[in-house]
């Protein structure tokens, strides 16, 4: 099993600043057939189904705000958000999809400071 | 509109069986792969199945924790997914979301279903 691990565990930021946060597999995730990252970022508020942000590692899906973006490659993944907004506060995992069981990170939890 | 609705959580004792139909709408089921994902309650999400498409023959993959216990299946002339849950445990206990995979992401869920293993 790909092992998927995030840092930190939480995070504080105040509004408006950048938040960071980290995701780093256990093996590659990266297809040599077609340099595809296999990971996935979602947000996940309380009481709401998970809600994907970023796909292919650097994607964003269609609707999500452009203050969210996605880079990494191979094992070191990193989700930003340029300028933290208060409908921001949530958890926030990584998942890989290169190979089942798609793991899932631990997850982050960002909070306003 | 695609939409994906769960149901039939509840309580059950430890031991017991359980089965989540996941009921789909506004895509083709036999063209994507649908997964299972839970969440306990203040833990993080945790990915427990797939049943891949019929181009894949309806494969089906389990997380090792349910592996042997849950079973996936699915009809597509009614657009539904089940999740057979048996000898359930107390650590089963979580809401239960499905997932479809479209265009190589996991872009709709369902609302979840609580499954509530207690004595």
């Known amino acids: 099993d790909i092992v998927m691990t995030q840092s930190p565990d939480s995070l504080a930021v105040s509004l408006g600043e950048r938040a960071t946060i980290n995701c780093k597999s256990g093996q590659s995730v990266l297809s040599s057939s077609n340099r595809k990252n296999y990971l996935a970022w979602y947000q996940h508020k309380p009481g709401q189904p998970p809600k994907l942000l970023i796909y292919w590692a650097s994607t964003r899906e269609s609707g999500v705000p452009d203050r969210f973006s996605g880079s990494g490659s191979g094992t070191d993944f990193t989700l930003t958000i340029s300028s933290l907004q208060a409908e921001d506060v949530a958890a926030y995992y990584c998942q890989q999809y290169y190979s089942a069981p798609c793991t899932f990170g631990q997850g982050t939890k960002l909070e306003i400071k | 509109e695609v939409q994906l609705v769960e149901s039939g959580g509840g309580l059950v004792q430890p031991g017991g069986s359980l089965r989540l139909s996941c009921a789909v709408s506004g895509f083709t089921l036999s063209e994507h792969y649908i997964d299972w994902v839970r969440q306990a309650a203040g833990k993080g999400l945790e990915w427990v199945g797939r049943s891949r498409n019929k181009r894949n023959n309806y494969i089906t993959e389990y997380a090792a924790s349910v592996k042997g216990r849950f079973t996936l299946s699915r009809d597509d002339s009614t657009n539904s997914l089940y999740l057979q849950m048996n000898s359930l445990k107390t650590e089963d206990t979580a809401v239960y979301y499905c997932?479809?995979?479209?265009?190589?992401?996991?872009?709709?869920w369902g609302q979840g279903t609580l499954v509530t293993v207690s004595s």
């Open positions: 997932v479809t995979w479209v265009d190589g992401a996991a872009r709709y």
